[in-house]
């Protein structure tokens, strides 16, 4: 089929590339030219493991392409898909460069002799795809769903890190069509997916997206809480909790003798908190719609604040092993929101540091990308660190945010003999077991001291 998706972010650009692996002929479109440029050169403008292997082989195939010319690609295409950003401001869902979207393609379908099935893949509150983006497609086309043009809501379920392979190998594919024919064409478009498929309505296919965001973050919010008893009871550790947990045979079933671990165990543990693109502002836009429509979610409202707290009380720890922070130098160990990515929205680590930066703490960090972001991503105050020696060097703590595997593989024996104060305070309890001299303070979240099994062995 004939492919174009608006929008090369993380979803658009993903999904184009992936769909034209499987052989579709896909468009990629941004208004964004040098975007485009360096979507042309194979260059994807994030990094996304796997993606620009993936990219350079479909765009050396000539299934692929990145254009800024929209008209031509909508009118080329038999499927448009549109993957444009749907951010959230003051806790409400900013539809405008969706709207913007919306218009344009609508005015290009009016032009167009032969039918298309027009996609939303922004994620959107229920009841977006069937009035508001209905209304607008048939208001600038002339023409009327499900007759003139087709319409479906088909949501992502993309983890980042991990989101071509998601696609490519995905657990679900949830299809809310406005019309049968949007139906057929959408079972068309995934013909050589053969996981289970959800028809349903556009509604129903626009809730199931922020009902699944809202699990996961209520998951890790949930352990959040379990760590925050166990950081006040003397004698108890998170981990161990959590494993007794996680061995209920309703959440690791065993087959054949064997104990499977589903992937959802990993949302079941503790942290320093989610970020991130999707989480965050889905939780906070299914918020704002409950309350439109008469409906408290407390539950929710209660995940989003206890996610909030958590940089808190990292910052609430190193003062109890520094005292105050003000002129303390201290590192942190990754900016991005998790491992696998290089997005920095809504991360733990930026909401810790705007806490130290207010007490006057001297701030290096280390990232595996921390010299490629942006001028204005990243506070300038943060001094940014390649060389893991340079943060720790004279150092009074680091403090570990984002679990980077390489983090774990340092030498830490002799990064840590560099510090002036060796305290090493682990937000993700990624270090339990890694040797450290035999002076250090090690703290980790989840208990309310050091775990034997981290006690110094240098």
Known sequence: MKVTVVGSGYVGLVTGVCLAADGHEVRSVDVQADRIDAINRCAPPFYEPGLPELLRSVTQSGRFSGTTDLARAVR???????????????????????????????????????????????????????????????CASGKNAGQGFGLAMNPEFLREGSAVQDFRNPDRIVIGSWD????????????????????????????AKYAANALLGTLISFSNEVAAICESVPGTDVQTVMEALHLDRRLSPVLEGVVVRPQVLTYLAAGAGFGGSCLPKDIAALLHFGAENGVAMPLLRSVLDVNLARPAKLAEMLRRELGALNDKKIALLGLAFKPGTDDLRESPALRLAAVL????????????????????????????????????????????????????????????????????????????????????????????????ETASVG
Request: charged letters at 25%; a neutral charge; glycine letters at 6%.
């Open 180 to 207: 049968d024919a949007s139906a057929r064409a959408m079972d068309a478009l995934y013909a050589g997916y053969s996981c289970p498929r959800v028809h349903t309505t556009p509604r129903n296919a626009e809730l």
């Open 76 to 138: 080329e295409a038999e499927v448009v898909i549109i993957a444009v950003g749907t951010p959230t401001r003051g806790g409400r869902i900013d539809l405008t460069a969706l709207e913007g979207a919306l218009q344009s393609i609508g005015q290009i379908l009016a032009c167009c002799e032969d039918r298309k099935t027009v996609v939303m893949k922004s994620t959107v509150v229920p009841g977006t795809t069937d009035t508001l983006a209905r209304s607008i497609l048939e």
């Open 357 to 452: 930066l207010q007490e006057r703490a001297e701030l290096f960090a280390v990232d595996p990308f921390a010299a490629n972001y942006t001028p204005g991503s990243v506070d300038p105050r943060i001094r940014r660190a390649v060389d893991p020696r340079e943060a720790f060097r004279g150092a009074d703590a680091i403090v570990l945010v984002t679990a980077w595997p390489q983090f774990i593989e340092w030498n830490w024996e002799t990064l840590v003999a560099l510090m002036r104060t060796p305290v090493v305070l682990d937000g993700r309890n990624a270090l339990r077991g890694v040797r450290m001299p035999a002076d250090t303070r090690y703290r980790c979240i989840g208990t309310a001291e050091s775990p034997r």
